[in-house]
Nanobody, 118 residues
């Protein structure tokens, strides 16, 4: 079983930055990809960014392109989401998830709150 733990959320003013971490523990961690998702109150969960574990290929939602950067450290079994130029509309609970090669996100963290004040 794999456990994912997010950290790094908090309250920040618009224009500020935060870096989220997603640490994996448990059995050998070799996902196909790790994704960062977010869910704002009253809205559906949406994918923000994704990185493939072996090749580090990345994908970003249009809403965060140029502001967010996803990365991973294989040796530490940790994925990161660097968030710059934050906007109030980035306020949400952010989750990380590990996907298998079929694209199914099998493991989820508990989420970390990000609040951006205007």
């Amino acid at each position: 079983q794999v456990q994912l733990v997010e950290s790094g959320g908090g309250l920040v003013q618009a224009g500020g930055s935060l870096r989220l971490s997603c640490a994996a523990s448990g059995r050998t961690f070799r996902p196909y990809a790790v994704g960062w998702f977010r869910q704002a109150p009253g809205k559906e969960r949406e994918i923000v960014a994704r990185i493939t574990w072996s090749r580090a290929s990345t994908y970003y939602a249009d809403s965060v392109k140029g502001r967010f950067t996803i990365s991973r450290d294989n040796a530490k079994n940790t994925a990161y989401l660097q968030m710059n130029s934050l906007k109030p509309e980035d306020t949400a609970v952010y989750y990380c998830s590990a996907a298998n090669s079929a694209g199914s996100y099998d493991y989820w963290g508990q989420g970390t709150q990000v609040t951006v004040s205007s």
